[in-house]
């Protein structure tokens, strides 16, 4: 019998505290989260979306939409412009861009852009130009991000994923979602899912992602938050994510599931090969978040981490 599936929290002694070495739990999926707690200033975070709408980069949601914004929203459940499981995977990649279901990328998706890498590592490179402005050392969520990384890692490298000629990914990416979008039931894998084996991510036996929460989607007293499931993928799931049957296979099978519950400033890690989720909830304020995907094998010095 397994023992009961939970994060850790709220800090780096409470992982420390279980585990020798937090991110080799977390490759074996031991725990479903490392959540660190009111990391980021929750008054930066509202500052910082302020500074986001102001500054063009995201919208008002009060305001009728731009229609640049319309042009630029990522389609829900997309991930990618490539992949076999793209084109024949109608129904779990469901598109749907409409004005209440949109997203919107401040930064350069490996995911969504790697198709064409000249065009990847070329809009990464503005991303960081971007990041640059964007950020200081007074408001450093990217370098939080890292820095927090390195420490779970006791010992290893801390860098933004780069290819042998010295070419950049994005090194995190904002992500706005408004009116309800949602992420059903899915993993991400470099390795697995999308087999970029072109790129130098793709070396990495373990795939996290790193994400700290700068604003919530509520409505009422609902908050949109994530649930990861205690299920690595593997093929035999695929069925289940493809016909969004997901919730009826892991009852039969009684997989465990978390929520993680997390406020403004709270920043969590988590294995993306277990199959997780962010129902939407269409409150009037999106939900923001900066993201990043993180490479890493127990046994390499470096850890990658890109978006
Ligand atoms: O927004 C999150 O907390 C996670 C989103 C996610 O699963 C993804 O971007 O693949
Ligand atoms: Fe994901």
């Not at 070396?203 to 649930?227: K, M």
Request: net charge negative.
């Amino acid at each position: 019998m397994k023992s009961p599936w939970a994060m850790v929290e709220p800090d780096l002694e409470s992982a420390f505290n279980l585990f020798e070495r937090p991110l080799d739990a977390l490759a074996r999926g031991e725990v479903a989260a490392i959540v660190l707690r009111g990391v980021f200033p929750p008054a930066d975070c509202g500052r910082l979306v302020g500074r986001l709408i102001e500054e063009g980069h995201l919208y008002d949601p009060r305001e009728p939409i731009p229609d640049r914004f319309l042009q630029e929203a990522v389609p829900e459940g997309f991930f990618s412009r490539t992949t076999e499981e793209d084109s024949e995977g109608a129904e779990y990649f469901r598109r749907r861009t409409d004005e209440t279901h949109v997203r919107i990328d401040i930064g350069s998706s490996l995911g969504y852009r790697g198709e064409d890498r000249e065009a990847f590592f070329e809009h990464s490179r503005r991303t960081h130009e971007l990041f640059e402005q964007l950020f200081d050392d007074d408001c450093d969520p990217v370098g939080l991000i890292y820095s927090k990384l390195r420490e779970l890692s006791r010992d290893k490298e801390v860098q933004t994923a780069r290819e042998d000629d010295g070419s950049l990914y994005g090194p995190a990416i904002l992500r706005a979602h408004y009116g309800g979008y949602a992420y059903a039931p899915h993993f991400d894998s470099v390795r697995l899912r999308e087999k970029r084996s072109d790129y130098a991510v793709h070396s990495f036996e373990h795939q996290f992602a790193g994400v700290l929460v700068l604003q919530n989607a509520s409505v009422g007293d609902r908050t949109a938050q994530g649930i990861i499931h205690r299920r690595a993928w593997e093929p035999e799931v695929d069925p289940f994510l493809k016909a969004g049957t997901f919730h009826d296979y892991a009852e039969e099978k009684g997989i465990e599931r978390v929520e993680v519950v997390l406020e403004p400033g709270d920043l969590y890690y988590f294995n993306t090969r277990m199959i997780h989720e962010v129902p939407g909830l269409a409150g009037v304020e999106p939900r923001i978040v900066l993201a990043t995907f993180i490479g890493y094998s127990a046994g390499r010095n470096e850890i990658f981490v890109w978006s």
